[in-house]
C-alpha cells in the first residue's frame, strides 16, 4: 500500500499568511507612507535582505543579536567535517531590522547621494523571537533616516513627518515620549552609579513602566548597587514631570554631570514639535526611556498608544554606527513606525478604506455562447479603460450567496449575463 505524507499547510511558527482584507489595508498603508514621507523630502532605498555576519554580530543591535536567522556557509566553503565553531558554518544572516543595512548602505554609496540624505526604507526582517500579539518572526519594518544632519532639526523633521503619517491614518491621542541618552548617563553619574554599570542600569530603568519604581529600586539593589545611589535615583525620578519643567529640573539637578546642550536641545525638540504638530498627540519628556539597542548616541523616542498597551515605533540618533564601516563618524538619525502593529490596529478597529472607486461586478451564465463572453469581455474592458474596477466571474448555482460575497467586497453594482 502506497502511503502518502500531507504536506503542512500551516506557515512556520511566527510567520503568517496574509488574507486579501489585511492585504488592502497593507497597501493602503505603505501608499501613505510613501506619498506623507514623499512630501518631507525623503526618498526611496533598497538593501539586501540578507547581511555579513559580521556586521550582524557587531555588538550594536542589542538583545536582537540574539534573535538572528543565521545562513550557512554554501558549496565548498561549508566543510561540515572539519568544522569546530559556529564561524566554520556561517558567514551571513537576514536582517534583524534595517538600520545596520542603511549604515552599511550610505557607508557604501555615499559619494552618489546628497548631504544630508533623507532615506525611506520598507521591507521584511527576520527575528527568532517568541511569537505574540503584534510581534512575528518575519514582519515588514518602516523607517525614515536622515543622515548627514548634526543639528535637532533631524529629530524634529522625523517626529512631525512620522505624526504626520499617523494622523492620516486616524490615530489620535497617542503620545511620543522622548529622552536622551546623555540625559540618562547625566543621571547615572550624578547618583553614582559607575560607568562601566550603565548599560545594566539603564535596562532596569527601562522596565519602570512594568514593575514601577518599587520594582526598579528592587533589582537595583538586587544587583548589588549601593543603597545611596539607588535612594538618589529614587528622589529623582519620583520628582522629575513628563515636560518641559521637568526637563529644566533635570539640568538644575545634574549640573555638571550633564553634558552641556543636552537639556537645552531637548526643549526644542519639544516645544517645536508641540507649535507644528498636525495630528492630535502629546509629546512628553520620559526621564526612563532608554531604548534596547546600544548604538543610540542621543535624543531617542517611542510611540505610545493605549489601544496597544506598549510601543508602536521608536527612534533616536546613531552618530557612531557609520563609522564603524568607514573609520568616520556621520550624523545619523531614524525613526522606525511598528508597521505590523499599525494594520493589526487598524483591521481591530475594522478601518475602512476611503472609496477607491467604483466597483462592478459581471456574472455570466455558464450555458453562455463564446460571443457573449466576448461581448461581456470587451464591456469590462472599455469600462476598465474609465477606472472602473471591474471583477468577471461565472455565475454559481447558488447565486444569491455569490452576490453576498461581492457586496462584502465592496462592489456595489452587479450585473447578470444571461444564455440568451
Known amino acids: 500500500m502506497r502511503i502518502i505524507m500531507a504536506l503542512k499547510k500551516k506557515p512556520t511558527t511566527g510567520m503568517k499568511d496574509i488574507l486579501p482584507r489585511e492585504m488592502e489595508i497593507r497597501d493602503y498603508v505603505i501608499s501613505q507612507i510613501k506619498e506623507t514621507y514623499k512630501t518631507f523630502g525623503f526618498q526611496s532605498i533598497e538593501t539586501p535582505c540578507v547581511e555579513h555576519i559580521g556586521n550582524l554580530n557587531s555588538k550594536q543591535g542589542g538583545e536582537n543579536e540574539k534573535l538572528i536567522f543565521k545562513i550557512m556557509k554554501r558549496g565548498q566553503k561549508l566543510n561540515l567535517e572539519t568544522a569546530e565553531t559556529e564561524a566554520d558554518l556561517t558567514d551571513s544572516g537576514l536582517r534583524y531590522d534595517l538600520t545596520l543595512p542603511l549604515s552599511r548602505y550610505y557607508a557604501n554609496n555615499a559619494n552618489d547621494l546628497p548631504s544630508p540624505f533623507k532615506a525611506l526604507q520598507m521591507g521584511n526582517v527576520w527575528r527568532a523571537d517568541r511569537p505574540q500579539r503584534g510581534r512575528f518572526r518575519q514582519f515588514m519594518q518602516c523607517d525614515i533616516d536622515i543622515l548627514g544632519e548634526p543639528t535637532y532639526l533631524a529629530e524634529i523633521e522625523l517626529i512631525t513627518a512620522t505624526t504626520t503619517l499617523l494622523g492620516k491614518l486616524d490615530f489620535k491621542n497617542f503620545t511620543i515620549r522622548i529622552n536622551n541618552r546623555k540625559m540618562l548617563k547625566g543621571m547615572a553619574k550624578y547618583c553614582g552609579f559607575p560607568e562601566e554599570a550603565y548599560d545594566e542600569v539603564f535596562i532596569i530603568l527601562d522596565k ?155 456574472l455570466i451564465d455558464k450555458k453562455a455562447p463564446v460571443e457573449k463572453m466576448k461581448e461581456v469581455m470587451e464591456l469590462a474592458k472599455k469600462e476598465r479603460d474609465q477606472g472602473i474596477q471591474v471583477n468577471i466571474n461565472i455565475m454559481k448555482k447558488n447565486k444569491k450567496f455569490q452576490k453576498e460575497q461581492l457586496t462584502a467586497e465592496g462592489y456595489t453594482e452587479i450585473v447578470e449575463f444571461f444564455a440568451d
Open 208 to 362: 519602570m513602566d512594568k514593575i514601577q519604581m518599587e520594582g526598579v529600586e528592587a533589582e537595583l539593589l538586587e544587583a548589588g548597587y549601593p543603597a545611596e545611589a539607588v535612594n538618589k535615583c529614587k528622589d529623582l525620578f519620583q520628582t522629575v514631570t513628563n515636560d518641559l519643567a521637568g526637563v529644566k529640573y533635570m539640568k538644575e539637578t545634574l549640573g555638571d554631570n550633564l553634558e552641556e546642550g543636552v537639556a537645552e536641545d531637548l526643549e526644542t525638540i519639544i516645544s517645536t514639535v508641540e507649535s507644528v504638530k498636525t495630528a492630535d498627540f502629546k509629546i512628553a519628556f520620559d526621564p526612563t526611556l532608554v531604548r534596547g539597542m546600544s548604538y543610540y548616541t542621543g535624543p531617542i523616542f517611542e510611540i505610545a498608544m493605549d489601544e496597544f498597551g506598549g510601543s508602536v515605533g521608536g527612534g533616536g540618533r546613531y552618530d557612531e554606527m557609520i563609522g564603524k564601516f568607514t573609520g568616520n563618524d556621520t550624523c545619523a538619525c531614524g525613526f522606525s513606525i511598528g508597521f505590523e502593529r499599525i494594520v493589526m490596529l487598524l483591521l481591530e478597529r475594522d478601518f475602512k478604506l476611503p472609496s477607491a472607486g467604483q466597483k462592478k461586478a459581471y
